[in-house]
């Protein structure tokens, strides 16, 4: 009975769960009006769920509609559709809307929607003032209620007749913005308004202009007046009088300025009124200007004046302008159609204006010392006119020239340049200096008292016929120098070393060494070298000669080694040979006394052993034959016995170690031989063929 009751429960279970199947299909957004709203109108967003369900059987569905990703609106209803109402529309509604449905743990998402609220509000612009003086601030304030930044502020200030001056100012975390404006010199009635400006999908949106504020200027002093006395026309020598003047509101921190080319010629403060005078020249004609001033506010009035000439400049004349030091030079002044002028002539310096005389013309003997620039003045009442200068240039000759090695030595190595320095002690410069090479000449160089030459091309035969010109403007002509002779140095080529014997020297014989190069002017320093753990210097000499020989007397064993050359001229360029080897060897006659002492110790050596092999055998006979009676047992034979050729081997292994071990004191040429005759060596017929040997291992050889 209980398994009945279950199945059926089980089974109603199913069916149950069978009757509420439902799935989505599809969820969407809708926008009433439309996606374009104007700014202020109601607008709708709904959110639609269609749903397809086995049976009819309540749901609920939650709905969540989204801004721009934000949450905005949510509800859960057991309907399909969900509104979120927005009864006044604003800019700051304006994006990209979607929404999603859950309903018993299903999900359904919409496509996403733009929306556009078209229109912003209209802004509001006020300003902290009606009317304002030149020089001062208006502050005016434009807000933009109901809009959400960021937003772009742009303000306007309007004058009659002229382009309107903006103001752009972005505001990303207020609705409303500030700015000022500077009231300039000439506003009479302002007009000020602002607009806002935000970013959409399509580029910017702009609102409607707001409301025009008007604000009234003032001058808070009138423009200055500036008349010149007698009149602005006059003529040199003239007094002129400026006035300048203005009425003004409040004296206080008021500056006049009076000026010509940017120059200030007069200036006072906190006063209506500013004068200057002058005695009226030439150089006064031009504009000038008065300024006036007081806080940020400036008014300038402009004035042309015009000062005829009463006399032309004068003119300075110079009988020469280039001559020779006691020559006669005569400055003359005059004006051209004027006569009635006083004159003086003058000499510029650095410390001022040297007068040489009061007069028209001026006559002196010149000096090196006169040479400078010249003018001369005139003056017509009160007013001094100067002429342009004119240079005098007052020459002295020039001295021979020395012509010489920069270096000092009068020699230049082959392959070397050679510079070489011209040089003048008298003479007013600029000189012109011209080098010669034998009959060519080479350089041509200005310069004050000295020159110089570098010869780069320089060869053997190039060994003298330098020399060289000076000359200035003095009417002398020119002066040569004395013909430079220059020694060229052929530097060292090529040194090579050989040697009388070559190769193995006996003992206490001499040797020659020569050292000789192929090429190199002389004298020529020659050095001779031998090789140890060190360079050790043996001997060295000068020769007036391409090669040179050094006798080594008495060589030893202790002069075995490697040797070489060096050689080295003016030309400070050491060259090198390349090493030769010696061996110092026993001369025959010492190798004869060797031999014959070592054959001599082995004979004595067997004839000892000899001896006594004889006699130890004499004695074991003599034992035996005493002994021939009795009977004994036999003693081994293998007691202390030593057989003669092993002696001998021993004495001559001994020898040998003993001849190695005197090898160092053989080295010496102080060791003491026992002269012994032996036919096979002849010691001076060897000697003698060595002597008569070449100089190997030299190029030179003979």
């Known amino acids: ?375 001369c003045k005139a003056e017509v009442k009160r007013i001094v006119k100067e002429s342009k200068p004119v240079r005098i240039n007052v020459y002295a000759p020039v001295s021979k020239p020395t012509l010489s090695v920069v270096s000092g030595s009068p020699e230049v190595v082959l392959g070397k340049p050679l510079q070489l320095i011209c040089h003048s002690m008298m003479g007013t410069p600029p000189i012109t200096f011209t080098f010669y090479k034998g009959d060519e000449m080479k350089k041509i160089v200005t310069n004050d008292t000295y020159a110089t030459f570098l010869d780069e091309d320089i060869g053997l035969n190039d060994n003298g016929g330098y020399k060289c010109d000076a000359r200035n403007n003095h009417s002398s002509g020119l002066k040569t120098s004395n013909i430079l002779n220059v020694t060229v140095i052929v530097p060292i080529r090529d040194a090579s070393l050989g040697s009388i014997p070559y190769g193995e020297v006996e003992v206490g014989s001499d040797t020659a060494f020569l050292c000789s190069v192929k090429e190199g002017s002389w004298p020529i320093d020659f050095k001779f070298f031998k090789k140890t753990d060190h360079e050790v210097l043996l001997h060295e000499v000068r020769e007036y000669s391409d090669r040179t020989i050094w006798h080594k007397k008495t060589m030893k064993r202790k002069d075995t080694g490697t040797y070489y050359c060096m050689a080295s001229n003016r030309a400070s360029v050491d060259v090198r040979s390349r090493p030769i080897t010696i061996s110092v060897i026993l001369a025959a006659w010492q190798k004869g006394v060797i031999a014959a002492f070592v054959l001599t110790a082995m004979a004595g050596a067997g004839a000892v052993a000899l001896w006594w092999f004889l006699r130890k055998k004499k004695k074991a006979k003599g034992s035996s034959m005493e002994m021939s009676g009795e009977k004994l047992p036999r003693q081994p034979s293998d007691g202390n016995f030593y057989s003669g050729s092993g002696y001998i081997e021993d004495n001559e292994n001994h020898m040998k170690s003993t001849d190695e071990s005197k090898g160092p004191d053989l080295e010496s040429a102080e060791v003491d031989y026992t002269e012994v005759e032996v036919s096979t060596l002849d010691p001076h017929r060897d000697s003698m063929e060595n002597r008569h040997s070449i100089i190997y291992g030299h190029p030179d050889a003979t």
């Open 1 to 375: 009975m209980y398994l009945a009751l279950l199945v059926i429960f089980l089974q109603c279970s199913e069916l149950y769960a069978q009757g509420k199947v439902f799935t989505f299909n599809k969820v969407e957004i809708k926008v009433q009006p439309s996606v374009e709203v104007k700014n202020g109108a109601p607008m709708s967003i709904i959110c639609h769920a269609d749903i397809s369900k086995n049976t009819d059987f309540r749901l609920k569905h939650n709905f969540t509609i989204f801004k721009d990703g934000k949450l905005v609106f949510s509800t859960v209803s057991d309907k399909e559709d969900a509104r979120y109402e927005i009864p006044v529309a604003r800019a700051s509604h304006t994006g990209d809307y979607e929404c999603t449905v859950k309903a018993d743990g299903k999900f359904g998402f919409s496509n996403s929607v733009y929306v556009w609220v078209v229109g912003m509000t209209n802004p509001i612009l006020t300003a902290d003032k009606k009317e304002a003086l030149e020089g001062e601030v208006v502050k005016l304030r434009c807000e933009l209620p109901e809009e959400v930044p960021p937003l772009e502020f742009v303000f306007r200030k309007i004058k009659t007749n002229s382009a309107a001056k903006v103001k752009r100012v972005p505001e990303r975390t207020q609705n409303f913005s500030e700015v000022e404006f500077y009231v300039e010199e000439g506003d009479n009635i302002l007009q000020f308004d602002c607009f806002g400006k935000r970013q959409v999908r399509s580029g910017w949106e702009n609102s409607q202009h707001s409301n025009r504020t008007l604000v009234t200027v003032k001058e808070p002093f009138i423009k200055p007046t500036l008349v010149t006395k007698p009149s602005n026309n006059v003529t040199e020598g003239d007094q002129i009088e400026f006035e300048c003047s203005t009425v003004v509101a409040q004296i206080r921190n008021i500056e006049i300025i009076f000026q010509k080319n940017k120059t200030i010629l007069n200036s006072v403060r906190d006063k209506k009124f500013l004068n200057y005078s002058t005695v009226a020249t030439q150089e006064d004609s031009g504009e000038y200007l008065c300024k006036v001033e007081q806080g940020a506010v400036s008014k300038t009035t402009k004035l042309n004046v015009f000062v005829s000439e009463l006399f032309p400049k004068p003119i300075l004349s110079a009988s020469m302008t280039n001559l020779d030091e006691s020559k006669s030079l005569i400055l003359s002044c005059s004006t051209k159609g004027f006569r009635g002028a006083n004159f003086s002539i003058v000499r510029k310096s650095s410390s001022g204006d040297i007068l040489l005389e009061k007069s028209r013309v001026f006559e002196m003997k010149v000096n090196v010392n006169d040479t400078g620039s010249y003018t």
